[in-house]
C-alpha cells in the first residue's frame, strides 16, 4: 500500500485508510509503533515493550505459582 506524507500544521505525517485502520484494529487515539527491521520500518499495534515486561512477568508467576497461589487466598 503506498502511502503519501502530507503537511499537518508545522509538522509531517500520513493519513491511514479507514481499510487499513480496520485491518489493524486501531481507531483514532490509538498508538502505532515504529519498528526498524533490517528490511525498513514496520508499522504496528503491537507493543514490543510490553510483550518483553509480559514475558518477564510470565516466567515469575510459573516459577512463584505456589506462593502466588497462597496470597489470592
Do not use: C, H, W
Not at 20 to 31: C, V
Not at 45 to 61: G, S
Request: hydrophobic share 40%; net charge positive; glycine share 6%.
Amino acid at each position: 500500500m503506498k502511502l503519501k506524507i502530507t503537511r499537518i500544521g508545522n509538522s509531517a505525517g500520513v493519513i491511514l485508510p479507514k481499510e487499513l485502520l480496520a485491518r489493524l484494529r486501531l481507531e483514532k487515539g490509538d498508538e502505532l509503533y515504529a519498528i526498524e527491521t533490517p528490511d525498513g520500518v514496520r508499522l504496528t499495534a503491537f507493543d514490543p515493550t510490553l510483550a518483553q515486561q509480559m514475558e518477564v512477568a510470565e516466567t515469575v508467576m510459573r516459577k512463584r505459582r505456589s506462593l502466588l497461589n497462597k496470597l489470592a487466598q
